[in-house]
């Protein structure tokens, strides 16, 4: 059990462009879900926090209306990179706590975003 | 504020040899820690918390609050655990701090 996905796996895209990325929980309800950058042999940043049908809080240095995070319901949180620069270029990472239970999150695998 | 700090980038140790992957934290309450690790081409997941007090795969990390430290030992390393492991924190419902990662690697 606590599988998260995620959707793409990986996406290349023209500088300009948005590119959407979708998390889901699949088999329990999140309250909860973040999502992380993270940059070649580098740790995971994280970039903000979505509560379920709340406005999600953005970490310092993170551009709210580049990354627009929406998290429509309890299995699912959507990362949106507005106008894609080639420095947006970097593997992303979705991850999500339980509505019950130990304060533990399941990460997605993975989405590997390379801007032209 | 909250940090996590793991020394080493990368530990290189024979099979069979003792490992131990050091991690610090810095924070003014009281944390949860934890171990994630990322295997070849997968996914992070979680290796231990410190609530539990459990061993996994032989791992085992003891939470020091005097020394700030929850660094993960075990005993005999194999070759299966070579990989990327991260020391984290959390506040409690704040989200998962993480450390810069040491890569493990077990040699033959």
């Known amino acids: 059990g606590a599988v998260v996905s995620q959707h793409p796996s990986r996406v290349i895209c023209k500088s300009g462009t948005s590119v959407k990325i979708e998390c889901r929980s699949l088999?329990?309800?999140?309250?909860?879900m973040f999502w992380y950058r993270q940059f070649p042999k580098q740790s995971l940043m994280l970039m903000a926090t979505s509560n379920e049908g709340s406005k999600a809080t953005y970490e310092q240095g993170v551009e709210k209306d580049k990354f627009l995070i929406n998290h429509a319901s309890l299995t699912l949180s959507t990362l949106t990179v507005t106008s894609a620069h080639p420095e947006d270029s970097s593997f992303y990472i979705c991850?999500?706590?339980?509505?019950?239970?130990?304060?533990?999150?399941?990460f997605g695998p993975g989405t590997r975003l390379t801007v032209l | 504020a909250q940090r996590v700090t793991q020394p080493e980038k990368l530990l290189s140790v024979f099979k069979g040899a003792p490992v131990e992957l050091k991690c610090n934290y810095s924070?003014?309450?009281?944390?949860?820690l934890f171990w994630y690790v990322q295997y070849s081409r997968q996914r992070l997941q979680l290796l231990l918390r410190h609530i539990s007090r459990e061993s996994i795969k032989g791992f085992t990390a003891d939470l020091n609050k005097g020394e700030t430290s929850f660094h993960l030992k075990k005993p005999f390393a194999q070759e299966e655990d070579s990989a990327m492991y991260y020391c984290?924190?959390?506040?409690?419902?704040?989200?998962?701090?993480f450390g810069k990662g040491t890569r493990l690697s077990v040699i033959a």
């Open positions: 088999d329990f309800q999140a309250t909860t």
């Open positions: 984290a924190l959390s506040g409690g419902n704040t989200p998962l701090v």
């Open positions: 991850s999500a706590k339980r509505l019950a239970g130990y304060n533990e999150q399941f």
């Open positions: 924070y003014s309450g009281s944390p949860e």
